[in-house]
Antibody, heavy 114, light 107 residues
Framework: QVQLVDSGGGLVEPGGSLRLSCAASGFTFSDHSMSWIRQAPGKGLEWISL????????YYADSVKGRFTISRDNAKGSLSLRMNNLRVEDTAVYYC???????WGQGTLVTVSS | DIQMTQSPSSLSASVGDRVTITCRAS??????LGWYQQKPGKAPKCLIY???SLQSGVPSRFSGSGSGTEFTLTISSLQPEDFATYYC?????????FGHGTKVEIK
């Protein structure tokens, strides 16, 4: 069955960097676009980025554009999110999701605080 | 950006009740909409995709309808495990946008 495992979260100071990963299995990874979606504590869901199945096209929410970079390795079945210049307001649980969010990872918590 | 207006923001209902949640898009999105259920401390789960298609494994008491700008999620007979928060998501154009959520509570 489809499985997505998120990892890489943690505590980081404002201005710092972090790299999140998502390991995919149970489906042909290279056939599907992939997204990152986040949820701040006690808040709703926010889509932040998508990468096409081949990796040739990427899209970002304005809130992260220029600071976050999405990438994928189709040979390894993995998705990444490089997050630079982190802000307090980036504190959230980050989820990877397949396609139109048909399947979700379990999430990884990123806390930005001094 | 496309705004998704979801209503109500919360509702109280009893087991066995019929429940309806609505999302309105600020512009037409064809049927590029999904519905998601989230329980506390858990990742969201897709219930409906393409506005009206039931995701595999989801009980048939859940149904979706609509196209263009008006969409509805219906739970025909609310079960104890359905008490959760529900979100709509439009994936017609970037940035994808979610509704603000509907919390379904026990009356």
């Amino acid at each position: 069955q489809v499985q997505l495992v998120d990892s890489g979260g943690g505590l980081v100071e404002p201005g710092g960097s972090l790299r999140l990963s998502c390991a995919a299995s149970g489906f042909t990874f290279s056939d599907h676009s992939m997204s990152w979606i986040r949820q701040a504590p006690g808040k709703g869901l926010e889509w932040i980025s998508l990468i096409s199945s081949s990796g040739s096209h990427t899209y970002y929410a304005d809130s992260v554009k220029g600071r976050f970079t999405i990438s994928r390795d189709n040979a390894k079945g993995s998705l990444s999110l490089r997050m630079n210049n982190l802000r307090v307001e980036d504190t959230a649980v980050y989820y990877c999701a397949r396609g139109w969010a048909a399947n979700w990872g379990q999430g990884t918590l990123v806390t930005v605080s001094s | 950006d496309i705004q998704m207006t979801q209503s109500p923001s919360s509702l109280s209902a009893s087991v066995g009740d019929r429940v309806t949640i609505t999302c309105r898009a600020s512009q037409g999105i064809r049927n590029d909409l999904g519905w998601y259920q989230q329980k506390p401390g858990k990742a969201p789960k897709c219930l409906i995709y393409a506005a009206s298609s039931l995701q595999s494994g989801v009980p048939s008491r859940f149904s979706g309808s609509g196209s263009g700008t008006e969409f509805t999620l219906t739970i025909s007979s609310l079960q104890p495990e359905d008490f959760a928060t529900y979100y709509c998501l439009q994936f017609n154009s970037y940035p994808w946008t979610f509704g603000h959520g509907t919390k379904v509570e026990i009356k």
